[in-house]
């Protein structure tokens, strides 16, 4: 007998191994291209790729259990959950002690246009905490509006390529052709364009 994926979740939910298997078999190529866009980031951090997969597989499951269907598609949200699972391995792999030694830079050193890092880091208000929660609120705005102006399916093409994800892995993710992907990918640039037009 054939299971919806709604049917199956809820069959997760309450536990049951073999949905979870089914769900697994069908989505388990989402974790391949993800794995696949990570794997060099990965190697220059000495993390291990079984490491990288068992991560993979955790964020897998956590989208199984967190999905609601009113967010987006199964598909969309496992790649998105995998994919900041991912994200988050490599941050932490990235320890403070080593991003210290590697990244530090004197307040003297000069940096743009030989200005000194101390002048580019004082005020000019851009740390200024009401200015951030100002634009923290015109993006998630923003945010709104696109997935407003957005059909269903060109919000999943946006919400991956907001996440860098390349037309080809979009297309294997949404099991489109590259074409296609390409061609939403212009009309949610467009579509952008003019909402921001009239802001």
């Not at 590697?102 to 002048?119: A, G, H, K, R, V």
């Amino acid at each position: 007998m054939d299971y919806t994926d709604s049917e199956l979740l809820h069959l997760v939910k309450e536990e049951s191994e073999e949905a979870k298997d089914i769900l697994f078999e069908k989505y388990h190529y989402l974790i391949k291209v993800i794995l696949k866009k990570y794997t060099m980031s990965a190697k220059i951090l000495n993390i291990d790729y079984t490491d990288l997969y068992q991560e993979a597989l955790l964020g897998f499951t956590d989208a199984l259990n967190r999905y609601d269907d009113t967010s987006s598609s199964l598909r969309t949200f496992i790649a998105l959950c995998v994919d900041r699972k991912l994200q988050t391995v490599l941050r932490n792999a990235q320890t403070l002690k080593n991003k210290v030694l590697n990244e530090s830079l004197s307040l003297e050193t000069p940096y743009e246009e030989n200005q000194p890092l101390m002048d580019i880091l004082s005020d000019d208000n851009k740390n200024n905490p009401l200015i951030k929660v100002e634009n923290a609120e015109n993006f998630s705005q923003l945010l709104e509006q696109i997935k407003n102006t957005l059909s269903a399916s060109e919000y999943e093409v946006f919400t991956l390529m907001a996440n860098n994800y390349s037309t080809s892995d979009i297309a294997s993710i949404l099991n489109k052709e590259n074409k296609q992907i390409d061609n939403a990918s212009q009309r949610i640039k467009n579509k952008i364009k003019n909402i921001l037009k009239h802001r």
